[in-house]
C-alpha cells in the first residue's frame, strides 16, 4: 500500500444500543482483516461499553454519555481530536463523525441503495465504500471477530450449567423473554405455555437470560412453568451472556440484544417479531426463522401501538412458535428465504358451503401453515360452518359470508368486498368456485385469486381445470391440488376439527343427564341427509339399532339438525328398545363432541360423516346413487377405521331424487350388510 495510503488509527463510534452494537460489530471486523496492523479506538455509549472493554484488539475504549455537559463534549473532542485518526467511522452521524479531522470518513451524504435493507448490510455498505478509496481489494474472509471472550467469563458459565447438570449444546435452549421496549414483548403466559410444551416433547433443558429489566418476566415463566428451568436473568455480563448463546443449541427471543449476539456469532436462533421491520432488524444467522403475524397494521416500526391492543404479538400462539422450535431440534432447518417461491404474508381461504365440505378443507389451512409459517390465515365461510374452524390452532380469523340473509342483497356483499380490501390480503384460494366469490375477491382487489375456471373463472388470477363432476378422486385431493397451483405439495391430510374443552363437559354432562354413564358405550346414528337419494330407510336404521343393542348393549343417539327431526321420530316409532333423540339439540360443535364421545358412527352420505372422521370416531357410510361426483370415489369418509357400504344395481343413468326404481341402491343395503360392517369396524378398534 502506497505510504501515503496507510491507515495508523482508526476511530471507530458505535451506536446507543447493545442490539445495535452487535448490529454494526461486523463493520470493524472488516477493518481489524483490512488493517490489521491499525490502532482502533471505540467510543461507545455506557450501556455498551462492555462489549470493548478487555479486549486485546482493540487499543482504547472511550465511554461516550450523551447525557453529559457540554463543556465536557467539548472537551472529548479535543482529546479526540489531538489523536489524528486515519479514518473516522461514526454510525450514529453525529458532529462527532463530521468535525473530526480524518482522511477518510463516512459521508453524511451518502445514499444506501434501496435494495439493501438491513441494517447490518446498510453499515458494511457505508464501510465499504471508504475501503474503496483506500484499497483496491476487498475480499474479506471475515474468519475471525473482534468480539472477545476472556476466559474467566468462560469458566463461570461453565461451572454454572454443570452446576445445574447441563450439557452445551444438545440440550440446552436459552430463551430470552424481555425487550426493552413493551411493544416488542411476546406474553409471558405465552413463553410459558412454549417452554412447557417444548420441554414435554423433547425433554430440553431451559435457560432463562436477559437484564436486570427482565426479571419479573424471567421469574413469572419459572414460577409457572411445571417443569425446573435455569434462570439466569440479570446474573451475567454480556460476555457471559455471549459465551452462553454460543455455546447453546438455539435461541428464542424477542427483538432484542440476545437476537443480534447469536446473529453475530451465528448461532440458530426462533425469533419472535412484532413492530419491528424484519427485513431491517430480523435475525441474520445462517440458521433462523422468524415467527410474527402479518396483520395489515405491521412492521408498523412505532413505540406505541395505536390500536391499544399489540396484536402482532397477542395473535402469535405458543404453538406456532413450538413448530419453528420443533424444526431446530430435530435438525430438519430450512433457511427461510429459500423455503417458498412466494412470501404470501396474508392469505385468505374461501369455502361456503356445506358442513361436510369445510371440514374436508381443513387439511388446507394445516398446510398452507406449514408453508407460510408466519402468515396471517382467515378463512371465509357460512354462519353455519364456523364452529368447524373456530378453534383450529393454524387459522387466525374466521370471516363470516351468510349469502342467505347479511349479505343476500348485491348492496351488503359490495360492503363485503370492502371489508376484504381493507385486510389487504395477498392471495385468495377459492376451493368451491361460486360466482359471487370469485367477484368478490376480485373487487377487493386480492392481487393473487385461485380457483377453478367456472362460474365466472375468468376473474381468478390463477386457475385450474373444474373436474369434480367426474369424480375422479376425493375432495379432499381437490382442494388440495388448488395448492398445487401454487407450489406447495401438500403432505398433510388430517381432517382438524379442535373441540373446546367447556363443549366436551357439555356434551359429558348432556350424556349424563340422559342417563348414559361415563363407561357406558355409545354409538350414533344420523337417519338423515340433503336428498331423498341419499337416505337409507327409517325402519332399516330402527332394525339396525335394536340389533346393536341387543348384540353389544350400546346406547343409541340419534343425531339429525332440527328439520329432520321427523325421521328421528320415525326411527325411535319403529323400534322396541329406548334410543335417545338428540336432533335439533346441538350445535354443530356440539354434535362433535357427541361423536368423539361414541365408539361408532352409521350415516347417510352427509356432512356430520366428515365431522366423525375430524374426531377420529369409526365411521359406517351407507351411500346410494352412483354419479360420478357424487359417489364415494369423491365423499367417503377418510379415517383409517371408516367403512363405506355401497351396492351397484345396474342403472344406466342415476335420476337421482327423481328416481323411478324407488331408490333401489339404498335398499339393496341390508340391515346384516350394517351388522357385518360393524363387526369389522369393532374388530379394528380392538386390534
Avoid at 450449567?161 to 416488542?184: E, M, P, Q, T
Avoid at 433457511?335 to 412466494?342: E, F, G, N, Y
Avoid at 388446507?364 to 408466519?374: A, D, Y
Avoid at 354434535?591 to 361408532?600: E, P, T
Wanted: some cysteine.
Amino acid at each position: 500500500m502506497p505510504k501515503d495510503k496507510q491507515v495508523k488509527k482508526i476511530l471507530f463510534i458505535t451506536l446507543s444500543n447493545i442490539g445495535d452494537n452487535f448490529l454494526s460489530l461486523p463493520v470493524l471486523d472488516t477493518l481489524k482483516e483490512c488493517f490489521p496492523l491499525a490502532q482502533i479506538h471505540v467510543m461507545a455509549a455506557l450501556r455498551p461499553k462492555e462489549i470493548f472493554e478487555n479486549n486485546p484488539l482493540i487499543s482504547k475504549v472511550i465511554a461516550y454519555d450523551k447525557h453529559s455537559r457540554l463543556s465536557e463534549k467539548m472537551k472529548l473532542f479535543g482529546q479526540l481530536q489531538r489523536e489524528r485518526y486515519d479514518i473516522v467511522i461514526d454510525l450514529r452521524n453525529s458532529l462527532f463523525g463530521a468535525l473530526l479531522p480524518a482522511r477518510y470518513r463516512i459521508s453524511p451524504f451518502l445514499i444506501v441503495p434501496k435494495d439493501i435493507k438491513h441494517m447490518n448490510s446498510r453499515h458494511l455498505y457505508k464501510v465499504k465504500k471508504i475501503l474503496l478509496k483506500i484499497k483496491k481489494d476487498l475480499s474479506v474472509s471475515m474468519k475471525e471477530t473482534v468480539f472477545f471472550l476472556n476466559p474467566e467469563d468462560k469458566a463461570r458459565i461453565k461451572k454454572i450449567l454443570l452446576d445445574h447438570g447441563l450439557f452445551f449444546r444438545n440440550d440446552v435452549v436459552v430463551v430470552s423473554a424481555g425487550a426493552r421496549s413493551y411493544i416488542k414483548r411476546w406474553p409471558k403466559e405465552k413463553f410459558t405455555e412454549l417452554i412447557t410444551l417444548m420441554i414435554k416433547e423433547f425433554g430440553v433443558k431451559v435457560v432463562l437470560v436477559g437484564d436486570k429489566d427482565d426479571e419479573p418476566v424471567s421469574e413469572y415463566i419459572a414460577s409457572n412453568c411445571p417443569y425446573p428451568v435455569l434462570n439466569l436473568t440479570g446474573q451475567t455480563n454480556i460476555a457471559q451472556l455471549a459465551y452462553l448463546l454460543k455455546r447453546a443449541r438455539f435461541l428464542i427471543t424477542n427483538d432484542s440484544a440476545p437476537l443480534h449476539i447469536v446473529s453475530y456469532l451465528n448461532v440458530p436462533v426462533v425469533a419472535i417479531f412484532g413492530p419491528t421491520n424484519e427485513e431491517k432488524y430480523g435475525p441474520w444467522s445462517d440458521n433462523y426463522s422468524l415467527a410474527k403475524k402479518d396483520i395489515s397494521c405491521r412492521p408498523c416500526e412505532k413505540a406505541d401501538c395505536s390500536l391499544g391492543s399489540i396484536n402482532c404479538m397477542n395473535m402469535i400462539r405458543a404453538d406456532e412458535v413450538l413448530r419453528l422450535a420443533r424444526k431446530m431440534i430435530v435438525d430438519k432447518f430450512e433457511p427461510q428465504d429459500k423455503k417458498i417461491d412466494h412470501d404470501f404474508k396474508r392469505i385468505l381461504i374461501v369455502r361456503t358451503d356445506r358442513i361436510g365440505d369445510v371440514v374436508l378443507s381443513t387439511p388446507v389451512i394445516k398446510n398452507l401453515r406449514n408453508r407460510f409459517p408466519s402468515a396471517y390465515i382467515a378463512m371465509v365461510v357460512s354462519p353455519q360452518a364456523k364452529e368447524i374452524i373456530d378453534n383450529n390452532p393454524y387459522l387466525d380469523e374466521v370471516i363470516l359470508y351468510d349469502k342467505d340473509k347479511e349479505h343476500k342483497g348485491w348492496q351488503q356483499s359490495m360492503e363485503f368486498a370492502g371489508l376484504l380490501a381493507k385486510k389487504k390480503f395477498d392471495i385468495a384460494i377459492i376451493l368451491h368456485p361460486t360466482n359471487r366469490m370469485h367477484l368478490l375477491t376480485f373487487l377487493a382487489k386480492i392481487p393473487v385469486r385461485v380457483g377453478y375456471d367456472k362460474k365466472m373463472g375468468f376473474l381468478l388470477s390463477k386457475k385450474i381445470k373444474h373436474t369434480k363432476q367426474l369424480g375422479q378422486k376425493h375432495e379432499l385431493e381437490y382442494n388440495l391440488d388448488l395448492l398445487k397451483a401454487i407450489g406447495i405439495n401438500a403432505e398433510d391430510k388430517e381432517l382438524i376439527f379442535n373441540i373446546r374443552p367447556e363443549v366436551e363437559i357439555w356434551a359429558r354432562h348432556k350424556l349424563m343427564n340422559l342417563g348414559v354413564k361415563d363407561n357406558e358405550k355409545v354409538i350414533a346414528i344420523h337417519p338423515s341427509a340433503s336428498c331423498p337419494s341419499k337416505i337409507w330407510p327409517h325402519e332399516r336404521f330402527a332394525q339396525l339399532a335394536d340389533k346393536l343393542i341387543e348384540k353389544y348393549s350400546f346406547k343409541v343417539l340419534i343425531v339429525a339438525a332440527a328439520k329432520d327431526n321427523y325421521l328421528a321420530e320415525k326411527v325411535m316409532k319403529e323400534m322396541y328398545n329406548e334410543a335417545i333423540n338428540l336432533s335439533g339439540e346441538t350445535s354443530v360443535s356440539q354434535l362433535a363432541a357427541i361423536l368423539k364421545r361414541s365408539v361408532l358412527f352409521i350415516s347417510n352420505d352427509s356432512g356430520p360423516v366428515h365431522v366423525a372422521s375430524a374426531v377420529n370416531t369409526p365411521v359406517i357410510s351407507i351411500f346410494g346413487r352412483n354419479q360420478a361426483g357424487l359417489s364415494p370415489k369423491r365423499w367417503a369418509p377418510v379415517g383409517k377405521k371408516d367403512k363405506v357400504l355401497h351396492k351397484e344395481v345396474g342403472c344406466i343413468q342415476c335420476l337421482a331424487h327423481n328416481c323411478k326404481k324407488n331408490f333401489a341402491c339404498l335398499r339393496a343395503i341390508g340391515v346384516e350388510d350394517v351388522i357385518r360392517a360393524v363387526e369389522e369396524v369393532l374388530a379394528k378398534q380392538l386390534l
